[in-house]
């Protein structure tokens, strides 16, 4: 049986593939009220730990997400979507994926990695959401 | 600059996909020091939050990971790493991947959905680890 084991916060991270490129796109949490709304609906629905609200993907950019399928992990403890993204890119800073810098490997500190940029922005997000540009 | 945001535990979720076939083996959690150690070393570091240690991955199964890149997300606070998966599987269970079980969209009653398995096992966990079968 699905039985999601959510935290303390009643959270579940849900790791978010792209169905066509198997690109990882973003990590996300989803409570369980976001969990069957993804279900029933087909559409991404997350929780939004920083404004602490039930959030349909898209709802302000128009990038929505249809979850072509959903799988747990061994513990039950974490979720993956893959999914059709709507739209231009899934990141808020305007990239594809959210993971758009790589982090140099043996490295000997640490302390001091500079980050490489990989991923172009696809679309402006101070229009998209109206201000706060993305880093 | 790299500036991992680790959790009030001192955590940061790690996704693990397999580098040749961009599959998602699994997520991880890394403290600073396994951030450091896999930075340095090239193979996958994590910290086990059910026995509260470091742990080098494949210690036990020899199932080791070589680390072919790693990507931090937008907010600093997720990474991505892309593996070379040596030996047979990356879930406890015995299977390639952590993974292995669909959950069927567009359920009227999401309390009651059951599993669907995916993945095979490609090796005996109790062989591995000598007891605890997985799931």
């Known amino acids: 049986m699905f039985a999601p084991q959510f935290d303390a916060a009643g959270l579940i991270p849900c790791i ?8 990882v796109l973003m990590l996300a949490h989803m409570n369980q009220e976001a969990v069957a709304k993804t279900l029933t ?4 629905w997350y929780y939004s730990r920083s404004r602490a609200k039930l ?12 979850v072509v399928e959903m799988r747990v992990d061994c513990d039950q403890d ?3 979507i893959r999914v059709e993204q709507v739209g231009a890119g899934a990141c808020h800073t305007g990239r594809p994926t959210c993971f758009y810098r790589t982090v140099p490997l043996k490295q000997d500190d ?4 500079v980050l490489d940029f990989r991923e172009e922005k696809v679309f402006d997000p101070v229009k998209v959401y109206g201000a706060k540009p993305g880093t």
């Open 16 to 23: 978010v593939t792209d169905a066509s490129t198997a690109e």
């Open 41 to 44: 609906t087909g559409e991404a």
């Open 55 to 66: 959030w349909r993907k898209g709802e302000t950019s128009g990038h929505t997400q249809r």
């Open 78 to 80: 974490t979720l993956l």
């Open 110 to 113: 640490v302390r001091r990695v």
